[in-house]
């Protein structure tokens, strides 16, 4: 079996340690504060979470961009030149024009080296969503599964994938056009949050409205142990956040409560994705009967 690299995204959030761990590479993106870039993923980022959630509580505006096909093919035509072929587990193309670069770089470098496979693979997932998609399919890697099998059981197995989201502050998704100018006062004014998950498109949804922060923490812990019902109890949740970790820790108590799953992990959600969320968010994953 011939060996091949699994490669994601900055925006997968994965932590430097865990990606090695995984034996996974990650392509840095970039963040843009006050008209100077930085890098995001991995041993090369210039800026940490926490400097950079600070920043916004202090009014910076961060721009992001995409990955470009120059990246890719840099990336790509490291691991061809050692004879290795590729696997990218890609950011949600609902989100972000990407993995559409990614599928034409691919598929130049392909027909450059014909003996060679890249397989891209669009997860329609985000943040710890697609590095939980990533984590499992290392697993399936160092369990032996080849290239071809493994793209394919991504490929099944994203729809399977349940991100369910909150903020505290509604300002930022605003900013970003997810919700008007007006909602954002309302909501505000009324204590309002909103529960969104990513749908079978890869989008953001906004898709519920509570009243506090608790009882929207109470609701993702809700819907998340109804589409988690059924699964092994060691099958790994991942939780997320920005600053808030006192608000994941007591959503990782109440998912592991009575007879839910044990293995929850909390890691931050990193620059990339909370320049659209701000610093308030919080967030789960997990994979269920569905989306």
């Not at 920043?55 to 995409?66: D, I, L, P, Y």
């Not at 890719?72 to 950011?91: H, M, N, P, T, W």
């Not at 953001?204 to 809700?222: A, C, F, M, P, Q």
């Not at 059924?230 to 959503?251: C, H, K, N, Q």
């Amino acid at each position: 079996m011939t060996d091949y690299q699994i490669i994601t995204d900055a925006t997968a959030d994965l932590t430097e340690e865990l990606a090695e761990s995984l034996g996974v590479k990650v392509i840095p993106m970039t963040v843009e504060m006050e008209g100077k870039d930085y890098i995001i993923g991995g041993r090369e980022s210039t800026i940490t979470v926490e400097e950079f959630y600070e920043r916004m509580k202090k009014g910076e505006v961060a721009r992001t961009s995409q990955i470009n096909t120059n990246t890719y093919a840099q990336f790509f035509g490291e691991e061809l030149s050692k004879g290795r072929d590729v696997l990218l587990i890609s950011f949600s193309s609902g989100l972000s024009k990407s993995t559409e670069y990614a599928f034409a770089c691919a598929e130049k470098m392909v027909a450059e080296h014909p003996e060679r496979k890249i397989r891209v693979v669009d997860t329609l997932c985000a943040s710890l969503g697609e590095a939980l998609m990533v984590y499992a399919a290392a697993m399936k890697q160092k369990e032996g599964m080849g290239i071809d099998e493994l793209a394919d059981w991504v490929e099944t197995n994203k729809w399977l994938l349940a991100h369910w989201v909150t903020v505290d502050d509604l300002s930022y998704l605003q900013r970003g056009g997810r919700i008007s100018a007006a909602s954002a006062v309302v909501g505000t004014v009324l204590n309002i949050k909103p529960i969104i998950f990513v749908n079978d498109e890869g989008k953001l949804i906004s898709v519920n409205k509570v009243r506090g922060r608790k009882k929207s923490l109470d609701t993702l812990h809700e819907t998340i142990r109804e589409r988690w019902s059924g699964g092994s109890r060691e099958e790994p949740v991942f939780i997320g956040y920005g600053t808030e970790l006192d608000d994941a820790l007591y959503l990782k108590e109440q998912l592991m409560a009575g007879d839910g799953p044990k293995d929850v992990h909390v890691y931050h959600i990193g620059p990339v994705i909370g320049a659209h969320t701000g610093p308030s968010v919080i967030a789960v994953f997990s994979f269920g009967d569905k989306r």
